[in-house]
């Protein structure tokens, strides 16, 4: 069997390198046109930062793991095509803001019609909306060739940070096809595919629109967990209460239970606000303004949490931060990813620069350029915004730290040694609560945190 993987980012890449690890008679090729890119995944620096991906690739990669640019060859070679592109948000015309932009996939599904020589099976991997299986569909069924293909869903659940693990022994694995014979023969060889490890009772298999919307309403779902506490951290602050405490106490309920429940300076990622806006955006398609007016408000606690963030610094500074220097620890938009797609960092950062702040960030992960283009846009100059090389240098003479992403290597700073070399008064905002408040208070912090008395 040859399967070829269309899209070699955050979801094509590491999911066809556990493919073909767990499945070494399968030949599995990740194409993209991106040949910066592909030549990122035939070297020993891999293009995106995941634990453990290295060994993974690094086991399978020559043998039956291949990445390349010949997209059309491929193609032409794979009895399954994943699909595995951008789906970004429209930003223009009709859903603009809201809708998910499908170009990448109309394109996707062209091409395929264009060189696909036999029968394929095409497997959605993409997150879209509702019904695209019917656009793919209706595109390759419009070559001449006289071929048939079955368009099949199967959604990825990854959370960055864990996609090894998450695909090594995944909660579920979805599959949605027509429920037609044709159509539950390529569901049975998808299925066969991922049984070589995953616990067939773990395989859950559906219709095309169930697997379609179950992606986006898991995400919504997770989105608003998230939303919710953020929300009850502001009444914890205002009554002195622990938000930390209060979830702890109410994640014991066997009925709401601990995941998703840590409160923080917002959620980020490529997937928890597009779903969200996507999910809006079919709603009211479908004439439910009540139910998108319901998504859309966890979207709206989510920026007003991360301006709240930005405005208690300015508050703590004495209602300034004018030529005040900024310390912002942490980019990505969560730790052990280097991802910043919708990163509560960007949003921060230019809210302290429009207070005039002088904002010197640091990743682990994230390299100066990313931080520069996503802060300013590409090509944007601003001398109040810097990168530094660690953390010390990012907090030396820094009036307030900003704890933005919860990476632990600022669990373990030394913050003796930081808070002698900063202004006085120093004060640290921990955006994740992942510090000992108390213990950098006796240092001679103040300090405050998400939800924290």
Known sequence: MNICCIGAGYVGGPTMAMIALKCPDITVTVVDMNAKRIAAWNTGQLPIFEPGLDEVVNQ?????????????????????????????????????????????????????????ESDKIIVEKSTIPVKTADAIQAIVASNSKGL??????????????????????????????????????????????????????????????????????????????????????????ATGADVDEVANAIGQDSRIGPKFLKSSVGFGGSCFQKDILNLTYLCESFGLPEVAAYWTSVVGINDWQKQRFANRIVKELFNTVADKKIAVLGFAFKKDTN????????????????????????????????ITADTLGQGGANSRLTVAADAYAACAGAHAIAIVTEWDEFKTLDYAKIFAAMPKPAFIYDGRNILDLAALRKIGFRTAGIGKP
């Open 148 to 237: 048939k293909f079955q368009v099949l869903s199967n959604p990825e659940f990854l959370a960055e940070g864990t996609a090894v693990k998450d695909l090594t022994n995944p909660d579920r694995v979805l599959i949605g096809g027509e429920r037609t014979p044709e159509g539950d023969r390529a569901v049975a060889t998808l299925v066969s595919i991922y049984a070589r490890w995953v616990a067939r009772d773990r395989i859950i298999t559906t219709n095309l629109w169930s697997s379609e919307l179950s992606k986006l309403v898991a995400n919504a779902f997770l989105a608003q967990r998230i939303s919710s506490i953020n929300s009850i951290s502001a009444l914890c602050e």
């Open 339 to 370: 991802d910043t797609r919708e990163s509560a960092a960007i949003n921060i950062c230019r809210s302290l620069l429009a207070e005039q702040a002088k904002v010197c960030v640091y990743d682990p992960k994230v390299p100066a350029h990313e």
């Open 60 to 116: 399978a990669r020559g043998r039956n793991l291949f990445f390349s640019t010949d997209v059309a060859g491929q193609i032409k070679k794979a009895d399954i095509i994943f699909v595995a592109v951008n789906t970004p948000t429209k930003s223009y015309g009709v859903g603009a803001g809201r809708a998910a932009d499908l170009r990448f996939i109309e394109s996707v599904a062209r091409t395929i019609a264009e060189h696909a």
